[in-house]
């Protein structure tokens, strides 16, 4: 396989870090190429436990060239306390197998800053923000009102960029949300902190792919959030700010030629939700309660007990067609062995209709779940490798969800250890 990407299918923390981890040492390359500092993919490996916010989860494979490509939010402060943090682990991380592309955008303090003015200025109407200032960025890189990693390495074009975007930020600081302004001169200190730091770093990362497909390499792209989450396409407003979805790749990695051979649609055995927005099959009882400490679902990033309920197939469906995934990696099954009776989320109810198709954002919140059950297995199955080793009720909850989704399970997931997975 030449290409591939490892893609969320429902609102994120499906397992993506986990799964790229486990393919890192099959490719040359590992690239990100959306979102930002906001993501917490887990890995758990050889050199212990981590929640990955900006680095590509392919650090840790020797000889994989990990990039930060253009679509991404660089944060050089998160960036280089998530580097020491991860050298201190004993991963080497240099210019060798980390680079950022020269027309990524610089996420600045502001943006935090405003993330946080501007959640609280909504109360109880706020979006749930991580609060790493994603949804600011992302609207003034599009108003062409950020500063390229790049431009870090020209000075004097530099210091008159940086002038024009303040004059026209604090505005927004200082009028909208009567905050106080942000000096030049610590500005202009704050980026020359992280120039020389930077400096080994930033590549035309488009050009160094572009050669590396030539060059028969294998590249493998690693998304952040989920299908649901995406700008276009997700349960709108709640989504993040940028393109969850493979689509977005020759975009936001600078490749344009990219043909990908392989897409990998990463789903958790059952769902659970960070943040705000519509979830049908919430369970906000005691069955919910005993299934977040069952699968520890607490924000990677924030800590944030994570909402949960039973896997829902209408939104997998439309989250594997928004994908266009070629296969499926279902994660955490093994957290689904306590339960007698599974149900599974197959159809909604709207308005006194059955729907089989995910609807209009905003009729999400009139939806109510139609659940059909399956049995449980109810045996530890953290250790089973092998699919026929696997109990047979556990085999017909796999099959099942794949008839319903008509896309390929090819791996599943019964632990966060690397090797804890069964190929099928
Ligand atoms: P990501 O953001 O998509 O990378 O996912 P997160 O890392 O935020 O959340 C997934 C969580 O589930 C992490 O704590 C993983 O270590 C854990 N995990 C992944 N796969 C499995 C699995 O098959 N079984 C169990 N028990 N945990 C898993
Ligand atoms: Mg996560």
């Known amino acids: 396989m030449k290409t591939c990407a490892i893609v969320g299918i429902n609102w994120g923390d499906e397992g993506k870090g986990r799964i790229v981890d486990l393919f890192s040492n099959n490719f040359d390359y590992v690239v990100r190429f959306q979102g930002g500092g906001n993501a917490g993919h887990t890995v758990v490996n050889e050199y212990g436990k981590f929640a990955l916010h900006l680095i590509p989860s392919g650090i840790f494979t020797k000889g994989v060239v990990n990039i930060l490509g253009n679509g991404v939010a660089v944060d050089p402060e998160s960036l280089f306390e998530e580097i020491e943090n991860l050298r201190n682990k004993g991963v080497i991380i240099d210019e060798h197998n980390l680079l950022i592309s020269d027309r ?73 949300y009567h905050s106080n302004p942000i000096s030049f001169e610590s500005l202009f200190e704050w980026c020359n902190s992280y120039i020389e730091k930077l400096r ?69 055995a059952y769902s659970t939700c960070v943040g705000e927005g519509p979830f049908v099959s919430e369970w906000t009882d005691e069955k919910g309660d005993k299934l977040r400490e069952e699968g520890k679902e607490y924000g990677a ?3 944030r007990p994570r909402r949960v309920g039973p896997i829902d197939l209408v939104a997998t469906r439309y989250g594997i067609k928004c994908q266009n995934a070629t296969n499926i990696a279902l994660t955490k099954l093994d957290i689904l062995s306590y339960m007698d009776k599974i149900p599974v989320c197959t159809k909604y109810e709207l308005n006194g209709k059955l729907i089989e198709e995910f609807p209009f954002p905003f009729e999400l919140e009139d939806c109510h779940p139609v659940y059909e059950y399956l049995d449980g297995w109810q045996v530890d199955i953290s250790n089973v490798r092998k699919w026929e080793e696997l109990p047979i009720n556990a085999r017909k909850y796999v099959e099942f969800i794949e008839n319903n989704i008509s896309c390929p399970i090819k791996y599943i997931s019964v632990g966060q250890e690397r090797n804890a997975y069964i190929e099928r």
């Open 200 to 268: 080994p770093f930033i590549k035309d990362t488009g050009k160094i792919l572009e050669d590396a497909l030539k060059n028969n390499k294998s590249i493998l792209f690693e998304a952040q959030l989920g299908s649901l989450r995406d700008i276009d396409y997700g349960i709108y407003p709640y989504t993040t700010s940028s393109n969850t979805l493979a689509s977005y790749i020759p975009l936001g990695a600078g490749i344009s030629s990219i043909k990908l051979d392989e897409i990998i649609g990463v789903v958790k």
């Open 301 to 303: 990033k924030t800590g």
């Open 104 to 176: 990524a955008s610089i996420l600045f303090p502001w943006h935090k800053k405003l993330d946080i003015l501007e959640e609280d200025r909504l109360k109880d109407k706020k979006y749930g923000s991580t609060k790493q200032g994603i949804a600011p960025f992302y609207s003034d890189k599009y108003q062409k009102k950020t500063i390229l990693v790049g431009e870090l390495l020209h000075s004097k074009h530099l210091k008159e960029h940086i002038k024009d975007v303040l004059e026209w930020k604090n505005l927004t600081l200082t009028e909208v």
